[in-house]
């Protein structure tokens, strides 16, 4: 499967990515410029960057960058040698097991964009939908009952704006799912009756705006919907409303016992076992002087 056909999956999915691009191979090297891999939050390397030594380097920074949401060019470099600088968007990494050579590697982040689950068949859940996709959001439409509502799970914002029918349930269904934000269009009274109904916790029914949106004065849809796109945009950068991400394997760091690096590891570190001790190594050379030692002792 070729990478764009892979990074495209992996969008659909929403499932947080690094591309990651070689930009410069200076040899002895075995990658190339225009080598290119995918790596995933549990340290999964998809495609070709580098070989081992150079591996660990790259799932670091990948990592990083994930965590960051920032590009970054890295630059993996033998011990010794310093020749490429420190600077804002670029980052050196001297790995002890190369032989020679260095490589240029740019690193690109794919999040998912926040997704904004919008119930309803209204003219505003419609110009809800147009503003969320205009400013990027990612836009999920229930348009029946509250049992053909998909798992909000991975979901940034909730608005309801079917003017009647099960409100009250899909709002329990939001809370349980920890769902960050979750909108009512409705009147001030109406809103506080269906509030009422569910017997909410105090810090459940601060999750819960209604009337839904920045206080603009709006009046047609188009207008709510900019309240209301505005008020998740607000929670999002000066709230801490979370993007949630699916979910990954947990990812640990240990010391390779012979160079001293530090290992990030991932599915495909080199790994040994030696009396019920688990060792990880940078590449199989350390691996296997390792096993060497120990089969010598």
Not at 124 to 139: E, N, Q, S, W
Not at 266 to 286: A, E, I, K, Q
Request: with cysteine.
């Amino acid at each position: 499967m070729k990478m764009t056909e892979r990074a495209l999956q992996l969008v659909r999915a929403r499932t947080p990515f690094v591309h990651a691009t070689v930009v410069r191979a200076q040899q002895p090297t075995s990658a190339h410029a225009g080598d290119e891999a995918i790596l995933l939050q549990d340290g999964t390397i998809e495609g070709f960057v580098g070989g081992q030594c150079a591996q660990n380097s790259v799932r670091k920074a990948a990592l990083g960058a994930l965590q960051s949401n920032e590009s970054v060019l890295l630059r993996v470099l033998p011990d010794g040698d310093l020749h490429f600088p420190e600077a804002p968007g670029a980052a050196v990494v001297v790995n002890p097991c190369l032989s020679g050579g260095a490589l240029e590697i740019f690193l690109e982040p794919q999040i998912p964009p926040p997704l904004v689950q919008i119930c309803g068949a209204t003219p505003i859940a419609d110009a809800l939908a147009d503003m969320c996709d205009l400013v990027g959001f990612a836009v999920r439409r229930s348009t029946a009952g509250a049992d053909s509502l998909e798992s909000p799970a991975d979901t940034t914002a909730m608005v309801i704006a079917s003017h009647g029918g099960p409100e009250a349930e899909l709002i329990r269904i939001a809370l349980d799912a920890g769902v960050g934000y979750i909108g009512l269009v409705a009147s001030k009274i109406r809103g506080a009756s269906i509030l009422d109904e569910l017997e909410l916790t105090d810090a459940e029914r601060a999750h819960v705006r209604t009337p839904v949106g920045l206080p603009i004065g709006a009046k047609t849809s188009a207008e709510i919907a900019v309240s209301i796109v505005a008020e998740v945009i607000q929670a999002i950068r000066k709230g801490g409303l979370a993007v949630p991400a699916r979910p990954a394997g947990v990812v640990f760091e240990a010391i390779d016992p012979v160079c001293g690096m530090s290992v990030t590891v991932g599915p495909d570190t080199p790994h040994l076992t030696v009396d019920d001790v688990d060792y990880w190594f940078c590449g199989s050379g350390c691996r296997k002087s390792f096993a060497a030692t120990q089969a010598g002792s």
